[in-house]
């Protein structure tokens, strides 16, 4: 499954691996890789410059937590990139204590009847009682296509040739099942190429039945288009999950998985054969696991985590201890930006919220964006020894940083108050020190 994509970005792995060292040129050199074999399979341009922007500025700019190797931590960070794009992990459960209706939807010859006989199985396999209603009733055949995939499996189909009213079936169908399934998959015509009328037969099923979730069925071998048509779909019918079909051999199915996650819906599952096993739960982790190629990158990502996990234990006792850096206060203010907001942080500690005034947080984080700028005009042994900072070095950094010698000065104070006051507490006073940066004028 997307054989080539899969090779374009492990050979931009492999080119890091092969390096004796890593320096600016290589990691340009592995951005384009990934790009190109991103490119290929027909993800968005926009979203591949994005992507690879970041990536190369992660790669130049972070230190790997100790213990883990630059190289390592490139493709770590090349992991998390990529799963970033596929959207956010998600499992579909369904209730066992009541009759879930799922309505497909989807153009013409994207999937929908062999993905409901798919999901008809997947969900028997877990155990569900499911029942499949056919109420495609433009296509000849359709019926009996639903009939045969669902005659291996078991399953019970509900449908008739005579019938011409899809809403109509689709109503009988549910009573039908009501009593004795808790899993009830609804097939759908797929008939027009001119999408309008689909979506308004669609908008009629869908109030009809009230379905407790409708899922698009979108062929993968469209690419960057689906995002276009989940679009159009949302807008008619509010779309609670994607289904990316024919994956297998599909050379843009990158692109598709992309544009679809994009798009801010699931994608739930994953067709990647003819066959009705050939479904997958998808999970953006694994998934780019495999693309990396698992096997090799598992027991990466997991050091990274844990090495990540420590090195953060490590800074926090550091500061508690009063040990503090300036590549302490540094991570701490990279922290705060990662969670968003300042006010994200103190809404996590109970209490402190309230106590600190909404202008003097605003104040803070302003002035904590001109300290992260300040620091990095540091040199490393600066940011060590923050003690031989005499007043030509402060004029330097100011002038490296666009700020003013007092701003500096500033920063400087901040953050011998913020190591004395928890070397004074050990770190009990953090809520003090919090509400102190906050409201002080400096
Ligand atoms: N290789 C492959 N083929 C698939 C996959 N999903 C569907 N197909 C094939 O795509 C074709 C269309 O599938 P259908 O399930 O009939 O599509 P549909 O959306 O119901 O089509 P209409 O009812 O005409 O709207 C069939 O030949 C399927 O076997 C997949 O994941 N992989
Ligand atoms: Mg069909």
Redesign the pocket.
Known sequence: MLDRLKEGLQAAIKRILSASTVDEQLIKEFVKDAQRALLQADVNVKLVLELSSKIEKRALQENPPPGLSRKDYIIKILYDELTNILGTESKLELPTNKVNVILLM?I????????SAKLARYFQKKGYKVGLVCA?TF?PG?LV?LRTYAKDIGIEVFGDEKFDDSIKVASEGLKYFEDKKNVIIVDT???HKEEKGLLEEMKKISSEINPDLTLL?IDGTIGQQCYAQSEAFHKSVPVGGIIV?????AAKGGGALAAAAATGAKILFI????RVD?LEAFSPTRFVGRLLGLGDIRALIERAKELEIEADEKKVQRIISGKMTIDDLYYQLEQVKKMGSLRKVLDLIPGLSSLVPKEGLEELEAKMKKWKVIIQSMTKVERENPEILNSSRIKRIAMGSGVSEKEVKEMLAKYRQSKAIMKASKGREMRQLLKRMATQPS
């Open positions: 989807g013409q010859g994207s999937g929908k009847t062999l993905v495609d296509r359709a296509q015509a797929g008939r069925v079909t024919k994956l297998d051999g067709g990647t054969g003819e050939d």
